[in-house]
């Protein structure tokens, strides 16, 4: 972003194996000083597709994007869905790395080509929300672009901020939301990356057709049969399942159950939307069949947000003390619009409710504060800069967030895996990292276990986060199952698209060393196991009405 | 502070020759869980006299403070004069510890007697400036009562608020300021802490005393005589020597010489304290021979503030471009009233003023910024929130701090002994670690090396942060010489007190021996090696008008 110049380089042999989070985690390590200052001119910000993205197997189009995250100031991969990975692949570009950046930042646009890739200038776009820029780059660089893009979130360098991604239905719904990307980006200077519609183009050949065929085949019927419920209901099936549980985040976790659950899960959420004429069945990814996203219109059945999904609507929502699906749907698109995570964001209002800045259940508040942050005031700021932050200035020592990033929408006092995961992923408090929400025991027999049980959960979380570390690499959604028994499936999909010969074990020990790489950059910015502890309230406050403590050993989880 | 309770105990015997940072880092290393949060109820705030306090050793009366500290997540310890220690060691009290919390603090004063010392709740003191506090207390508890207190900085919990102590004329002008103890004192409820003047007190006997007075004697004429320009001119004198190095630092770090230098100076300074029938020769501790500190009146001969001391004229003078004595003044009694590190406050408005939300060298807007803390808004918040949490919510990446807290008055770039002090010390950049303000290398030759050459820093502050490490235990101030040849003194000093028998390398192991239990709370507390490094900037950008910049092996100084 210094020079203004795009350089292209081939592959070189030593990452030819690695894809997605591999690439991006690896390249952070190698090519990142492990003190600077995320959004100094040392970081850089790294896009790379998963290796079987831009097949057709499915449910495999994701994006990671890693940087030093301005959050944890550890390693960070943040993986997302819409059109720019699959796009990338059949455009033969296996990432991008965007390195440098100006003491004044202008506003710039990289525009991806299959030849001939450029950054511009664009000073029209500056402070845009993320609605109106989408609007106006269709514009300029056709229907169909794939974009991924900054609000004015990212602008201001916030730690909250998210990159967000057109989905294929070109809202900008979609995002690659935690850890403070966006700010990576915006820090760079780097408003939008677009990748036009081209004839260029190419279907991604696997190195045998006829096998990889009958794979996708055979896993998209898989996939579809047993993702059934969350191809009708979608991730917000999510809250009736925490609620149940007694685990579901609620006014700033105080408690685990929320009394307006009913009227913002799944039926009330499904209602909704086919009511007012919006669609339950969106895919996040071209080629996906899982479809578990959605469009939500208001009462007037006009457009109002997309990919409406359980995180947002629990921290958005239970976490908030609101029940109005309406407003929950208004937040989450002034999130999208600004350009903030909604997990951080939710985790970050509840605080402001807590200390009584605004009232619990006041969703008009909740969007006026968001508000702030698109007009960049200091409240905006305040809010914007993400959980820890606002805690510090506000003084507040009961945080749910490990390593500088908040908690999502699971209470691991209830998610004990969870809490593990939380604990102890490099990425910080992340479910992606390691999703504990059933409780498989043991690689092999994946035997079941209680979710509160504190005596197995090191082991499923950590054969959970191996499971996701392989799972980002490829680029498949996790909703395809981190499973033991997917692993088989995987190592043919690699075999059939590369012509290598990898197994089972090899997949495992391709996500344990991703693990390696990522803890160790971690080590070297001064993030040392001692760190690897959830905050010290979740073990002495029994969440109501379960009365569950967090009372997973401290020194089991940080020899994990 | 949870039942309200004072509990006495004697001695444990393995406290016996811990005094001052030994006493407060070892119980804080033993009784705070490293990970827990410092605003929370696991954090103790403890306070312990140096092991002369009470002596009629001189200069040995400094009280040490210490805790979890909410700026830099590692153990703190932070020391201050007045009269709190004096008295405490006149009345047997070896050390306060400050436990628990309640989750809604009311102020609370905490009153100390030989016998029967109470905590009392005290509503009509909430809110109140250090000024109002103390003239309040005094009227309350008696003339010179010794107090320590917090203003509204501390009530609040920002990373910026410092423990005021009055100084010897009764002025609220002294602080443990740096570590952001104020706001663990906020956390505990706790508003002040008194000890009335009592008869109970006692002269504190030595063991042998002819042998003590003897000593007594010659080091008063040692340092009387050794510290003559410090005696006529105040810490001030560091303004053209650091000037004329060109390492003074000046708007926000970015130049190392000030143009308006000489009319900041200890002559100017010194010229308007006469004019005005200041004092320029006031002790901060009872019966300091030094007596290095002043009383600073307005124009119209009215006190104005008290301890005008170098760090606060230059972070708050040259740091923001600011070359009028009256309203450095007039920011360092505000800064004392509303109990906020000057230094970490001047740094952290060296930030705003760098990012344009007020103008270099406009001292009123920087006024009315400090009285935004005052008032609690959400902008004073975020400038109480301390230099980096002010750089996280502005999106700023150039920060002048180590693990949370800002560099003091002497920029790196020129001061490379004191960045390796910086870099290193467990405490975060703290000039008082390991004061390399002349390069002395070699315990025992005391060798003279030139401040910027790169290659003899790390062994120079390693030194002196031992020597500091041991007259921080002593209670002694540090002007009177961290150097190798008064540790004969120091042994001297120890046995004729306590009837002890220990060597130079007695006291060189004391000192060390408390910097690795300071650094082995560091590591416990997720803190590693890897975080002893200064901010990138340093390395890369040259100072000016110098052309320097930091240059000591970074490797170096972790494996120091």
Redesign the interface.
Same mark, same amino acid.
């Given at each position: 972003m210094d020079s203004g110049e795009v350089i292209e380089h081939d592959r070189p042999p030593e990452y030819e194996r690695l894809g997605g989070r591999a690439l991006t985690s690896t390249l952070v390590s190698r090519e990142v000083?492990?003190?600077?200052? /995320?959004?100094?001119p040392?970081n850089k910000l790294i896009l790379a597709p998963g290796l079987m993205v831009g097949t057709s197997a499915p449910c495999c189009n994701k994006l990671s994007i890693g940087a030093k995250s /301005?959050l944890t100031y550890g390693i960070k991969e943040s993986n997302v869905g819409g059109r720019t990975a699959y796009r990338m692949a059949r455009l033969g570009i296996g990432a991008i790395i965007i390195e440098g950046t100006s003491d004044h930042p202008h506003p710039h646009v990289i525009i991806l080509r299959s030849r001939k890739s450029q950054i511009e200038r664009a000073d029209d776009i500056v402070g845009l929300g993320n609605y109106d820029l989408h609007r106006k780059l269709q514009e300029r660089y056709g229907p169909h672009a794939a974009i991924l893009s900054i609000g004015p979130a990212g602008e201001? +360098?916030?730690?909250a901020a998210c990159i967000i991604s057109n989905d294929t239905d070109d809202h900008p719904g979609r995002a690659a939301g935690r850890g403070g990307l966006g700010?990576v980006m915006?820090?760079k200077g780097v408003k939008a990356i677009v990748i036009p519609h081209s004839r260029a183009e190419k279907n991604v050949k696997p190195a045998n057709p006829e096998k990889f065929k009958e794979l996708a085949h055979d896993f998209t019927e898989y996939v579809t049969k047993t993702r059934a419920a969350m191809t009708k209901w979608g991730t917000s099936v999510m809250v009736d399942i925490a609620n149940g549980l007694q685990g579901l985040p609620t006014r700033n976790y105080r408690l685990g159950s929320f009394d307006g659950a009913e009227r913002i899960n799944a039926v009330a959420l499904l209602k909704n939307i086919e009511e007012r004429d919006g669609s339950s069945n969106v895919a996040c990814t071209p080629g996906c069949p899982i479809r578990c996203s959605n469009i939500y219109n208001d009462p007037e059945k006009n457009y109002l947000t997309s990919s409406l999904e359980y995180e947002t609507i629990c921290m958005m929502g239970s976490n908030l003390g609101i029940d109005d699906l309406d407003i929950i749907a208004r937040l989450d698109r002034a999130s999208d619009d600004t350009g903030l995570d909604t997990i951080e964001t939710g985790a970050t209002l509840g605080l402001a409710m807590e200390v009584g800045l605004i009232e619990f259940g006041d969703g008009e508040a909740a969007l006026k504060l968001i508000d702030e942050v698109k007009k960049g005031t200091?409240?905006g !700021?305040?809010i914007g800069?993400g959980v820890v932050?606002f805690a +510090?200035?506000?003084?507040?020592? +009961?945080?749910p967030a490990v390593k500088g990033q908040s908690f999502p929408a699971y209470d691991p006092r209830t998610f004990k895996g969870m809490g593990v995961t939380f604990a102890s992923s490099p990425m910080g408090a992340d479910h992606t990292a390691g999703p504990v929400i059933q409780g498989r025991k043991g690689l092999d027999t994946q035997k079941e276990v209680a979710l509160t049980d504190p005596t197995v959960q090191v082991e499923v979380s950590r054969d959970l986060q191996v499971l996701a570390a392989i799972i980002d690499q490829l680029g498949f959604c996790l909703f395809v199952g981190p499973t033991a028994k997917n692993l088989g499936r995987f190592a043919d999909f690699i075999n059939a698209s590369y012509g290598w010969e990898i197994t089972e074990n090899d997949l495992l020990e391709m996500g344990r060393s991703l693990l390696r790489t990522e803890r160790d950059f971690n !080590? +070297?910015?001064?993030?040392?196991e001692?760190?690897d502890?959830l /905050?010290?309230?979740v073990r002495q406050e029994p969440s109501e009405p379960s009365g569950r403590v967090f009372d997973v050993d401290p020194d089991e989880i940080r020899n994990m």
């Open positions: 000083l492990p003190d600077c200052h /995320p959004l100094g040392c /301005p201001l +360098r916030l730690g700010a915006g820090a200091i409240m !700021r305040a800069g932050t +510090r200035i506000m003084g507040i020592n +009961r945080i !080590r +070297r910015a001064g993030i040392s001692a760190a502890s /905050p010290e309230w």
